[in-house]
């Protein structure tokens, strides 16, 4: 695939229009799934989405060949993303409960099922608040790495290189998104063993 977007970087860089889609078509969902593990919210994927091509857009002429389109893609995503919620950290007030409650429960809607006991959907729901919880209150950094991580499956230097940090930071970071979330799980896990 990295042939694929190196033929259609040179045709966008010509104009060719369909080229530049294709390079859009081929990797939006991937700039999506990243924007919206790192800003928790469609809306604001949807805008780190458009705003990261449009910035791959200006910078066709200036990528370097000896590093990855997908390295360079995740990068101004990862950048896109923060810059996103930095800003909505400093100018808006957090969504309220309730929203992001009824985001759960349409998300929830939407994901099949093998029919779960109550306690496992009770618990399930609590896992996931706990953890969209714990993820909105690491450093920009600490979510980048984890969510690169784990939820993208990222080495620790494709992870380094994407956000311009050395492997050993990156692996910093990780340590430190992971140990904040075990300490916050663990009461959760440890009253669950009881039932």
């Given at each position: ?6 033929v259609a970087i040179a045709l966008a860089r010509d104009g060719d229009r369909d080229a530049f889609r294709a390079l859009v ?171």
């Open positions: 695939m990295e042939q694929d977007d190196r078509e081929r990797n939006s969902r991937t700039v999506f799934r990243l924007a919206y593990r790192m800003t928790g919210n469609e809306q604001d994927a949807e805008d780190v989405v458009q705003e990261a091509f449009l910035r791959v857009y200006r910078g066709l002429r200036h990528i370097e060949w000896r590093s990855h389109f997908g390295t360079w893609l995740h990068r101004i995503a990862v950048n896109c993303s923060l810059d996103l919620v930095r800003a909505r950290q400093r100018h808006e007030e957090p969504p309220d409960r309730e929203s992001r409650e009824d985001d759960h429960a349409e998300l929830a809607a939407q994901i099949p099922g093998a029919d779960p006991t109550p306690e496992r959907v009770v618990f399930s729901t609590e896992v996931q608040r706990k953890v969209e919880e714990v993820l909105a209150g690491l450093s920009p950094k600490e979510k980048a790495a984890f969510v690169l991580r784990h939820f993208e499956g990222m080495s620790i230097e494709e992870i380094s290189r994407i956000m311009g940090i050395r492997a050993n930071a990156a692996k910093n970071n990780i340590f430190r998104a992971v140990k904040k979330l075990r300490q916050e799980l663990e009461p959760l896990v440890r009253s669950t063993a009881r039932l």
